[in-house]
């Protein structure tokens, strides 16, 4: 699949790859193995033995490195063979690793050249840090294009009908703004006089028939890394007394048909002292609006669509897909930028 290569994407939750265990997941279609060393920096490499191709995950850890369960060879974080059970170690003996750093509680990872791997290139991201925010860890695995899933976060136009415990029809009547900073792209959308459905009013700390301002603002960076920031405040009020509920939405291919979204609602510790359960809860909540009712939705799209490049199909464009498809034109510069230099 065309995907950009030198770049950081979000692999998995550091949770996720735990001490003494190999997790594998693919990414860009590429099986990968992850686990930690004995001084529990994770490692990634191919997720495929060179002898006879086993899946080194069916493996073990030992000692730090990786033994292939199939005839025993072991190979370390950097991929080369350290044991051969069966005599010395040919030279062939050694799989592709991948540099790797965690940072706001995920593994990340970088399929392009090991040479340019800074881990400075990975934006900060204020609503991750552990310093200002508890975070609440979420995962689906769509089998639709990421570049789908983040037309559908850049475009929430789709609330008022996909999500009624977020939306009212004065969400039409919002006023859209697309914003560009550098390579990032906000798609703003300001919602004046509505009055907040109960989920969201419970939230926000309002009555549901308090009329109130609100704004749906979110910036994606590539190559699908998305915040969006919810705000609400009492219709007529200046913005700076806004009660602000922020989340992440990060996207990872897995194929050119399938996702790994990785989603989180970051709750501040100045707001509460029980920000991470708070945090926790309305990462919980979300999972059930975005399994049944997003999901279905965007997988549906997937298939309509095949094996079509999406833009060739020659989509009807609406006022509010400008962010995302600002984004969308971002990204394939970006692409194809990189593959001149190959």
């Known amino acids: 699949m065309r995907a950009l290569k030198n770049i950081w994407y979000m692999a998995a939750w550091s949770t996720e790859v735990e001490p003494g265990k190999l997790f594998h997941r693919t990414l860009l279609e590429k099986p990968v193995l992850f686990f930690r060393d004995e001084e529990g920096a994770v490692q990634a490499t191919d997720d495929r033995c060179p002898h006879r191709f086993a899946p080194l995950h ?70 991750l840090d552990p310093e200002l925010y508890a975070v609440g860890e979420g995962y689906l695995k769509p089998h639709a294009n990421y570049e789908l899933e983040s037309d559908n976060i850049m475009d929430l136009s789709h609330i008022e009908f996909l999500h009624p415990m977020f939306a009212t029809e004065a969400v039409r009547r919002g006023k859209i703004e697309t914003v560009l900073e550098g390579d990032a792209v906000w798609s703003k959308r300001y919602i004046s006089d509505d009055r907040l459905p109960p989920y969201l009013a419970e939230q926000f ?67 509460s002292p029980q920000a991470q359960e708070i945090a926790t809860q309305h990462t919980d909540d979300l999972r059930i609006p975005f399994q049944t009712e997003d999901l279905p939705v965007v997988e549906a799209q997937q298939q309509m669509i095949g094996d079509a490049d999406f833009m060739s199909l020659k989509p009807l464009l609406l006022p509010g897909d400008a962010g995302g498809g600002r984004a969308r034109r971002i990204l394939a510069k970006m692409i194809a930028e990189e593959e001149s230099m190959a």
Not at 225 to 248: C, F, H, N, T, W
């Open 58 to 127: 069916m493996g073990e850890l030992v000692d730090g490195s990786v033994q292939c369960k199939y005839h025993g060879l072991r190979f370390g974080g950097d991929g080369q063979c350290v044991v051969n059970p069966h005599g010395p170690i040919p030279k062939a003996a050694k799989v592709h690793s991948y540099p790797t750093m965690e940072r706001y509680g995920a593994v990340w990872f970088w399929p392009g050249d090991p040479a340019l791997a800074d881990p400075a290139k990975l934006p900060y991201f204020e609503i």
């Open 205 to 271: 700390g309002f009555d549901s028939d308090t009329a109130i301002d609100r704004w749906l603002d979110c910036r994606w960076q590539a190559p699908a890394l998305i915040e969006l920031y919810g705000g609400v405040v009492k219709m007529g009020q200046p913005r700076d007394e806004a009660r602000v509920l922020p989340s992440i939405h990060f996207f990872t291919p897995e194929t050119a048909t399938s996702t790994h979204y990785f989603y989180a609602m970051c709750f501040a510790w100045a707001d």
